[in-house]
């Protein structure tokens, strides 16, 4: 709830999550992003299962990154047929 | 506004938002509650080209949430979906990766099922229709009813039960499919027919004549079991995209793959070799190919001696006849393409020869088909993993419906018509009085007599009367889930809709046979809005015989009711609705009604899967497929092998059930009834493996001897653990007591056995008993490369009727006039000549073939009508060489006119109003028209002649408006793939 | 850390369009408005055809961030190219920048306006709470959220469309260049992550300054 009300004030006064942003990349100009800041896809409940999602412990972004990478698999078909 | 699942609403506009789907979080709800954020939310919203979304904000979507597995409706891959529904409305559509058959994936129509259960601007047929005075006029389904029972009944008695013409549809699930087959037999007619007539009929006459079953002889999946893949009239990246993910994966592991086809298509993009040849010359392409292979030995000679018959007779007029320089003159191939594909075959194997509309569509068809059969004999590709003769099926239960469906010919499970023995079995099967049902028909004659064919009920109406081979001609036409513009000869349809009493079309989306009924007629036709299959549940065999049980997602939208309970009240008020479900000496539980839309009264799925197919159809082994083995295997797709799709292990959790060892699907024949557990049979005719192990033989169905030459399999040929070693004919009790083993049987299994054979035997003791031996119950045979039976004993090439060589029809000339097929005169030679005669080919020098497009199915109306789908293709086109459009002035995306033969009744040839696409895929004497569109005609835009609302979103011209005359000899297949034209600037 | 990229193998791609409809489904995006389109090139031309799905690439050095003048553009920790619709203002630089054509321009009102500009978002909707209503009605769903990956590349007929973390991409493509022998090339990596997705693959001529992984 704090993260969701910070985001809505954030972008109330126009303030952008430039602090907050982790430009790694960006030759081309200085600039910033000004508009409002987006929450993480980690941050969120594992969604119920008849969404078919994954599961993660909530806020562990590493949680997430590894249940994202072993559902990737699933394009990969070898996996499926050679398991 | 919030759709709801109430069964009689009517067409609800639905908002982009009240489909969204709450998550268990509380984010969302809190966050609109919100008033301030709210307004600010939706007054962005508003400025948004996003435009459905306004009232959303009000909306509260919260309800419980709920998976459907269901398959996809669009082709015969078979790709499970999971259809995640909320209150009643079906919000998102999930991969199922567990999926042995399609791991999760797509084309654009399966990616694109869920607009299916979108109300917002759907062009479904939303409420009956009644065509009076020229204009489409809503009624009330019992009005519906009243007035068409009322004529029907009147008709029949005028003219009899053979004036109907009833379409059934390969969409219709097995056991509506089934139950479509008996209601059209309680009416008393076999006037009734199906898609298959026009998708595989002749590949099932073909194969069913050479080996024993006229299906797909292993899976798309066993493609990676292959060495090498000839697609011969395929174009499976656009109509079985997701079998290409199999095709793809073989060829990355080395598998060579050919494709040959008079176009350069998506499929022949991702080939190692593409081969053109000149359409409908495919029996000299093969025959060439088989001439190669013989002349270098490289014939499985073993193979050939022990399981086939009649190859030396092949041979000697192969090598005689179609040396691949003749070959090549008549098929306009390279001498090296033909001998490339001879010699990549014979390295590569084991193979299979991959085929759909490509083969079947044409006036040769069963030739065609049958001289793949004898390439695949003589390579000793066939019984064995990895090769074969995959057939791709069209709709997502062609399959199903030609196994179990509404055919002219056969009751399910192909028991002919023609033997009073089937009657016998079917009647007890459904419960049904057998001399009542004799009554029903115009007499027991025309009850043996197949009827007439979909491809041909136009000449049913407009033939005269003494030329056909039953009392009245047709004068009703029920189309029942099958679009009028797959069938060719277009222009003549109409005429034939001029003439009849009664038209009724069942159907989601029944628009472009209403539209061209109404073109022409004021009054006489009803549109009944049947459900899709997302609306209720039952079985489907995809392509490879695999049964998948689909739940159902939503309930029927709108007014639409399922297409069992329109048999059923139908049945009702035409009098035989008590027989419809098996009540005969007061059973209650034949077929169980069940509550449907509205709390009406509809047939049990599951009691007609259980207690109509599972205990009658016998001869393919639709029996060991319970509602409760397919509806395990749903639930743990996971267990299966990709490439055996074999249960490794594993138990259902719900119900206990045992998977280990089940084939996917339990392709059939899964033989003997659901207590033995046949595994299913991946692949037919391999005796590699005991019958109980997915094992099987090649069928004893064509006698034990023929001039002295013995037609059973040769000695050491049986099945892995066969108790008999050498071949055998099919089981009967007389075998069985002959080899000592009928006392097996249980006391009631012998009860039920006695006089009877593995075919027909309720009990399912005697193919028990033949597979405990290890023995397959059909028989242990030899394939035949000869069929004796048929005019063409070993396959000819004849010239299509509309050829564009006069040399080659006179060397290659079609077969002589029939006085009476089908019930029906058909003409073959007197056709050919006379178009050789007018020099048609000189008007029209190019040749006219026509496909399929990915985006679309079938007749389209369906396809045509979501606009996920339909924003991808917005044109009716052709497809021109680059010299062929410099040649007459045209440039890329211009409008032409494309004119064959066909005769307009008021004069003039048909021509069609379709843009250029310039492309080098076809050569400089080929246009291809896909074969999808529907709605204008002859450049006219039909759009006025719908009814209102149910007009697809794309229209275009039907190719089959322009497509002439031209059946197979022994199926009456519609010539499609080639006829002639010409292309002029519009 | 994961980095969202999205690979397209043009041995496989047979442009069926699954891609596109999966993304219309799930996203609801409407009619003229195409996130991903399939594109065949040198159609009809024995040995020359080529299917690739194109959408936009969430470039590491994404151009479209350095062109707008509103600073709409941001790229999240797991690498994706999202925009704030509030700010965009539909001027379309983006869409001159974009070497994907990848920026989608709906017609809003009477007079051909441009209306705000929209995209592929890797299924990750927008800076709107996730999962939102607000979220799904301006950049539709938000399926990373759910731990999922992009319906498209999740729903792709014969697997030719990877989509998710950088890394997992290379080893499958790997593994697949590997068995087939052929076709290492990848269409617009170099352009998009200025580096090829594995060892000995051949990025396009026109190399971009190289960006830093993410």
């Known amino acids: 709830m704090s993260r969701l009300l910070a985001a809505l004030v954030l972008a109330a006064f126009g303030l952008a999550a430039c602090g907050e942003r982790e430009q790694v990349i960006q030759p081309v100009s200085e600039k910033r992003y000004q508009g409002k800041r987006d929450s993480k896809p980690w941050d969120n409940d594992s969604p119920v299962a008849e969404l078919r999602g994954g599961k993660w412990t909530k806020g562990n972004q590493a949680s997430w990154e590894e249940q994202i990478k072993i559902r990737q698999l699933a394009q990969h078909e070898h996996k499926r047929i050679y398991q | 506004m919030l759709l709801t699942r109430k069964a009689t609403g009517q067409a609800v506009p639905q908002s982009r938002l009240s489909r969204t789907i709450p998550i268990q979080t509380l984010d969302r709800r809190t966050f609109l509650k919100r008033s301030g954020i709210t307004v600010g939310a939706g007054a962005v919203a508003s400025q948004l080209p996003f435009s459905m979304i306004r009232e959303a904000e009000a909306q509260n979507a919260e309800g419980k949430l709920e998976v459907k597995r269901t398959i996809c409706t669009h082709c ?195 080939a190692d070799k593409y081969v053109r040849f000149r359409s409908g010359t495919d029996v000299p392409l093969l025959f060439g190919v088989l001439h190669v292979i013989f002349k270098n030995g490289w014939e499985d000679k073993e193979y050939l001696k022990n399981r086939v018959y009649g190859m030396d007779q092949v041979k000697k007029e192969v090598m005689e006849k179609w040396s691949p320089q003749q070959a090549s003159a008549v098929t306009g191939t390279p001498v090296e393409d033909i001998e490339y594909i001879a010699k990549t075959m014979a390295e590569n194997r084991p193979g299979f020869i991959i085929w759909a509309m490509g083969q079947t569509q044409h006036n040769n068809a069963n030739g065609i088909v049958r001289a793949s059969n004898i390439v695949q004999l003589a390579l000793g590709n066939v019984g064995r993993s990895g090769g074969g003769c995959n057939v791709y099926r069209g709709h997502d239960n062609v399959q199903g419906a030609t196994d179990v469906g509404p055919n002219p010919d056969t009751l399910p ?115 009944l809005p049947a459900a899709t299959q997302f609306e209720t549940d039952g079985s489907v065999t995809a392509s490879n015989r695999s049964l998948q049980w689909r739940e159902k997602v939503i309930e029927p939208l709108f007014e639409s009711r399922t297409d069992q309970m329109i048999m059923y009240q139908l049945a009702g008020k035409l009098g035989f609705g008590d027989q419809f479900i098996g009540k005969k000496d007061g059973k209650a539980d034949h077929i169980r009604l069940v509550k449907g839309k509205g709390g009406m009264d509809e047939p049990s799925m599951e009691d007609t899967l259980r207690n109509e197919i599972n205990a009658g159809t016998w001869t393919i082994g639709y029996t060991g497929q319970s509602p409760e083995r397919l509806q395990a295997h749903m639930r743990n797709m996971h267990v299966f092998d990709v490439k055996t799709t074999r249960a490794r292990g594993g138990k259902d959790a719900k119900t206990g059930y045992d998977l280990t060892g089940d084939y996917f699907g339990l392709p059939w024949p899964c033989y003997g009834n659901a207590k033995i557990k046949h595994p299913g049979t991946p692949l037919l005719y391999d005796t590699h493996k005991h019958p109980m192990d997915g094992g099987h033989a090649f069928r004893a169905l064509f006698g034990v001897e023929k001039d002295g030459v013995n037609l059973l399999a040769e000695d050491g040929i049986a099945n892995k653990g066969s108790d008999i070693t050498t071949g055998y004919p099919q089981f009967d009790h007389v075998l069985l007591k002959k080899l000592g083993w009928w006392d097996e049987l249980t006391d009631e299994e012998k009860a039920a056995a006695e006089g009877k054979t593995w075919a027909n035997d309720l009990s399912g003791g005697i193919q028990r008993v033949a597979m405990k031996h290890g023995c397959t119950p059909f028989g242990n045979a030899k394939a035949r490369a000869v069929v004796w039976n048929w005019p063409d004993q070993i396959p000819q090439h004849r010239e299509p009727l509309f050829s564009p060589r006069p040399d080659m029809v006179e060397k290659y000339p079609t077969h002589d006039d029939v006085k009476v097929l089908w019930r029906l005169p058909t003409l073959f030679k007197s056709v050919q000549q006379q178009a050789v005669k007018d020099e048609v080919y000189k008007k029209f020098p190019l040749v006219l073939t026509s496909g399929r497009l990915v985006e679309y199915e079938g007749g389209g109306d369906e396809t045509r009508s979501n606009p996920w789908l339909a924003e991808l293709q917005q044109d009716g086109f052709c497809e021109i060489n680059p010299k062929t459009a410099a040649d007459r002035g045209i440039r890329n995306g211009e409008w032409v006119w494309v004119s064959t033969p066909g005769k307009n009744p008021g004069g003039g040839n048909v021509r069609l109003k379709v843009k250029a696409k310039v492309t080098e895929g076809v050569g400089p004497d080929t246009i291809f028209i896909p074969f999808h569109f529907a709605g204008w005609w002859q450049g006219e835009d039909m759009l006025p002649y719908y009814p209102e609302g149910s007009a697809p979103i794309v229209r275009g011209e039907a190719v089959n408006t322009a497509t002439t005359y031209g059946y197979d000899r022994i199926t009456l297949m519609q010539e499609t793939k080639t006829t002639l034209c010409q292309v002029a600037k519009a | 850390m994961a980095r969202m990229k999205f690979l397209c193998d043009a041995e496989r791609c047979i442009e069926c369009n699954g891609c596109v409809t999966a993304c219309k489904n799930e996203n609801e995006v409407p009619w003229g408005v195409n996130r991903r389109r399939v594109v065949t090139i040198n159609d009809g031309v024995v040995g020359a055809e080529k299917s690739i799905s194109v959408a936009c690439m969430h470039c590491s ?154």
């Open chain 2, 76 to 270: 015969s891959v078979g790709c499970a979906i999971d259809a995640v529904v909320q209150n009643g409305v079906w919000v998102r559509q999930e991969p199922v990766f567990d999926s042995p058959i399609n791991l999760g994936a797509h084309c654009a129509k399966g990616a694109s099922v869920r607009e299916h259960g979108i109300t917002h601007d759907s062009h479904r047929l939303k409420y009956p229709m009644k065509l009076e005075g020229g204009k489409w006029k809503r009624v009330s389904w019992d009005q519906a009813y009243d007035e068409i029972s009322k004529k029907m009944l009147e008709i029949r008695k005028q003219s009899g039960p053979d004036s109907l013409f009833l379409v059934g549809s390969s969409k219709h699930n097995n056991e509506q499919a089934e139950l479509l087959c008996k209601w059209a037999r309680l009416w008393g007619t076999n006037n009734t027919d199906h898609q298959a007539r026009i998708c595989h009929s002749t590949t099932v006459a073909g194969l069913g004549q050479t080996w024993g079953y006229g299906a797909m002889t292993n899976s798309y999946n066993d493609e990676q079991n292959s060495k090498s893949l000839l697609f011969l009239g395929s174009n499976a990246a656009e109509a079985h995209p997701v079998s290409m993910l199999h095709t793809i994966h073989a060829r990355e592991n080395g598998c060579k793959v050919i494709v040959a086809d008079p176009r350069f298509t998506r499929t022949a993009a991702k």
């Open chain 2, 413 to 527: 499970g192909y028991y002919p018509v023609a033997v009073p023995g089937s009657w016998t079995h079917w009647a007890k099967v459904w419960n049904v009085d057998i001399e009542w049902l004799k009554k029903q028909y115009a007499s027991e004659a025309m009850m043996a007599k197949p009827g007439m064919t979909v491809s041909r009920w136009i000449d049913g109406v407009l033939e005269k009367n003494d030329a056909i081979d039953q009392d009245s001609n047709l004068r009703m036409i029920i189309y029942w889930g099958h679009a009028p513009n797959s069938q060719s000869r277009g222009s003549e349809m109409l005429e034939a809709m001029k003439k009849i009493d009664l038209m009724v079309v069942i159907d989601p989306y029944p628009s472009a046979s209403a539209a061209m009924f109404a073109k022409v007629r004021q009054d006489g036709a009803y549109l």
């Open chain 3, 61 to 214: 050095d994404a151009p479209c961030m350095a062109v707008c003048p509103v600073d709409c553009f941001y790229r999240t920790d797991d690498g994706v190219v999202l925009h704030d619709k509030d700010l965009c203002i539909g001027c379309g630089y983006c869409f001159y920048a974009c070497p994907f054509g990848a920026p989608q321009f709906p017609q809003a009102g009477a007079f051909g306006l441009r209306g705000k500009m929209d995209k592929c978002t890797f299924c990750a909707g927008g800076p709107e709470p996730d999962r939102s209503a607000a979220e799904f009605q301006k950049y539709g769903r938000n399926r990373l959220s759910e731990g999922k990956l992009p319906a498209c590349a999740e729903m792709c007929s014969t697997k030719a469309l990877l989509g998710g973390d950088g890394d997992v991409i290379a080893d499958i493509y790997r593994e697949r260049v590997t068995r087939r022998g052929r076709g290492s090339e990848v269409w617009g990596w170099g352009t998009a992550y200025g580096q090829a997705p594995r060892p000995g693959a051949q990025p396009p001529q026109q190399q971009q300054p190289s960006g830093q992984k993410s």
